[in-house]
């Protein structure tokens, strides 16, 4: 189970903070990320974390976003210099591939959580 916090609305060029905790995983070693849709297209990966402190950022978020593990199940991913072009519904995600940007290699995904940014 993925349980995720964090969203909400900012104006451009602020920060938000997202959270996930993971439970009951099968797995001792595993990758988490942060994916993200807008209605009518694709979702598309911002990025991806696992146990052995590898990362991965999706293009549009590199040298803004940062993801980290705050505890062993939990995964943060700091947003600053938040864009309007990054509002979206953002979903957590968990699986035993690490370093994947593919959503086929996540079996495990949280409920979303919406972040809006305003211009």
């Known amino acids: 189970q993925l349980v995720e916090s964090g969203g909400g609305s900012v104006q451009a060029g602020g920060s938000l903070r997202l959270s996930c905790t993971a439970s009951g995983f099968p797995y001792t070693r595993y990758c988490m990320g942060w994916f993200r849709q807008v209605p009518g297209k694709e979702r598309e990966v911002v990025a991806t974390?696992?146990?052995?402190?590898?990362t991965t950022y999706g293009d549009s978020v590199k040298g803004r976003f940062t993801i980290f593990f705050d505890k062993k199940s939990t995964v943060e991913l700091q947003m600053d210099n938040l864009k309007p072009e990054d509002t979206a519904m953002y979903y957590c995600a968990a699986g035993s591939k690490y370093y994947s940007l593919q959503e086929s290699d996540y079996p495990y995904w949280g409920q979303g959580t919406q972040v809006t940014v305003s211009s």
């Open positions: 974390a696992d146990v052995d402190d590898g």
